[in-house]
């Protein structure tokens, strides 16, 4: 991954924005859970795009501690007054239905009814996203607004689900590099109509595998897209002996919304992914805030569960619980745009930069500055364009450049970013002032 390429794709922005939006229209639709063909259908989708290899893992399947549910699938789902009339339809909105649902087909009162209806009161207008995986119910989901002008009355309630035994679909994507040492980026693709969280994840990530395919790359890249929590542990047990490559690697979730980026960090703290991230945020003219790992949140509490530790952190907008939206109806096309999607693609894009290009040099000419005036290296000659920046970045580089730091500790010690710091390296290394060194 070169310089010339994160210049490339920055100029290209506003088609990724077109283009991820676009993907996330096509996938919005689909009545996804964490089994069943609305999952197949969306890997389907992604399929088009990067050649990932789908899995199907039986139900009952021990997986670590948890087992492998039955498949969940529905075709039609609606409550009918005694006037035959339609007061809440599936086909209107998935979220109608918790989902997992078991099949019903019953006439109740209103009383009866009311037991298995979740609204907002707090946000009356919303329909709340409900699930119910692991214990055989059925619910239905309308907004607060709707339940209260539900009148006394005897009511038609069908779901027509199946819930049998099937299996738990998952996609991987693997993208060798130079080394064995791996970076794992996993989404999760069971929420159903829900934009923030997690479509816009399913179509970063998807994008970004499409970019690095095309890129030299250095480290070798795995992209899961599993569901939430069920789908982690399932990769988990059953890849365990691929672990030991992963050196880094981020959930993506809730990177569409326009609001300030959040980094939560590793379960470390202080590897070298949380650095990487930490410096495009803060040379970024974005505002952002650092968390601490927790065990709450998505699958890094699978994947930095203490029995396997790995170095997972979470570049996210606003997140979770922080966005009034979160898990209701809310979560739309309002909350979530292809400029902001972009916009987290590049930094994404970003941190992955410094992890590809970041080493050890060691200055040439060690013993007083080298001439750089007579390497039209200083000032401007040679290349006008060169920002005052580059020169500074120059004498950073040459003076820190002694086997002991690398160009990420010397962006982090001058305060340049992280593209200028390597671009100027480049240039040293082609004038000799500059080799390849180890860390000391
Ligand atoms: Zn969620």
């Given at each position: 991954m070169e310089i010339a390429d994160i210049k490339k794709i920055e100029s290209n922005i506003d088609d990724f924005s077109e283009q991820m939006y676009y993907l996330m229209k096509s996938m919005y639709p689909i009545c996804r859970s964490i089994t069943g063909n609305g999952v197949r259908q969306t890997h389907d989708i992604i399929r088009k795009i990067i050649p990932i290899e789908t899995k199907e893992v039986p139900s009952n399947t021990k997986v670590l501690d948890w087992v492998i549910p039955k498949e969940w699938n529905i075709n039609d789902a609606y409550i009918k007054n005694s006037s035959g009339k339609i007061i809440i339809n599936f086909k209107d909105s998935n979220l109608h239905v918790v989902n997992y649902s078991k099949p019903i087909k019953a006439k109740l009162s209103l009383n009866e009814l009311k037991k298995h209806i979740h609204t907002l009161p707090e946000q009356p207008d919303l329909i709340p996203y409900v699930t119910m995986y692991y214990h055989e119910d059925w619910g239905f989901c309308m907004s607060h607004k709707q339940f209260l002008q539900l009148e006394e009355d005897e009511y038609e309630v069908v779901i027509d689900s199946s819930l049998e035994d099937g299996s738990l679909t998952y996609s991987e994507y693997y993208l060798k590099g130079e080394l064995d040492d791996e970076i794992l980026i996993s989404t999760y693709t069971c929420h159903p109509s829900l934009c923030n969280d997690n479509l816009s994840g399913v179509v970063l990530t998807t994008f970004l595998a499409e970019i690095l395919t095309k890129l030299k790359r250095k480290y070798s890249y795995r992209f899961l897209f599993i569901p939430e929590t069920i789908g982690a542990i399932t990769w988990l047990a059953l890849n365990e002996q691929k672990l030991s490559k992963i050196k880094y690697g981020s959930v993506v979730n809730c990177v569409g919304d326009s609001g300030d980026f959040t980094y939560k960090k590793t379960r470390q703290g202080n590897s070298l992914f949380d650095t990487a991230v930490i410096n495009v945020l803060t040379n970024s003219n974005h505002n952002f805030s650092i968390i601490d790992f927790t065990p709450t949140g998505s699958d890094e509490r699978q994947f930095s569960s203490p029995g396997f530790n790995l170095p997972i952190g979470n570049i996210m907008r606003t997140f979770d619980h922080n966005f009034p939206e979160y898990h209701t109806s809310g979560d739309n096309f309002d909350l979530v745009k292809g400029e902001s999607l972009a916009e987290s693609l590049l930094v994404y894009l970003k941190t992955i930069f410094i992890l590809e290009n970041n080493c050890y040099f060691l200055n040439s000419i060690p013993k007083g500055e080298p001439q750089l005036g007579k390497r039209g290296l200083?000032?401007?000659?040679?290349?006008?364009?060169?920002?005052?920046n580059s020169i500074l970045a120059t004498q950073w580089i040459l003076n820190f450049s002694d086997g002991s730091n690398s160009l990420l500790d010397i962006s982090e010690k001058s305060k340049i970013d992280f593209e200028t710091i390597k671009e100027s390296a480049d240039l040293l290394v082609e004038n000799k002032l500059l080799k390849k060194g180890s860390r000391k």
């Open positions: 200083y000032n401007s000659v040679g290349n006008k364009q060169r920002k005052k």
